[in-house]
């Protein structure tokens, strides 16, 4: 399974960006995704995850109610919308996937197999 994420951007404070995750390879596999990122200085941490094949989601409580986590089905992709985005959401974004549903969706990176390069998010005051 490959993942390339794309979208990222420079934004102001308030405005929207969207994230997408293109995979390929054995997708079929593919039971949960999710979305990651990592401040300077700051540990990967989890944002958003979304069975593969299903529509449950997770959120992390700092970006409940602002960024909705999806699937493109005709693309095989992964979307983020970020909106109300503010300073603090500026990291580097990384979508990751794995083959496992056994244990949910979980919020630690270490149950994610696949992961993507990261894309850059900068939000601006």
């Known amino acids: 399974v490959q993942l390339q994420a794309f979208g990222g951007g420079l934004v102001q404070a308030g405005g929207s960006l969207r994230l997408s995750c293109a995979a390929s390879?054995?997708?079929?596999?593919?039971?949960?995704m999710g979305w990651f990122r990592q401040a300077p200085g700051k540990e990967r941490e989890f944002v958003a995850a979304f069975t593969w094949h299903g529509t449950s989601t997770s959120y992390a409580d700092s970006v409940k109610g602002r960024f909705t986590i999806s699937r493109d089905y005709s693309k095989d992709a992964l979307n983020l919308q970020m909106n109300s985005l503010k300073v603090e959401d500026t990291a580097v974004y990384y979508c990751?996937?794995?083959?496992?549903?056994?244990?949910?969706?979980?919020?630690?990176?270490?149950?994610?197999?696949?992961w993507g390069q990261g894309t850059q998010v900068t939000v601006s005051s």
């Open positions: 990751a996937a794995d083959k496992s549903l056994s244990d949910g969706l979980p919020t630690s990176t270490t149950r994610y197999k696949y």
């Open positions: 390879g054995r997708t079929l596999s593919i039971l949960r």
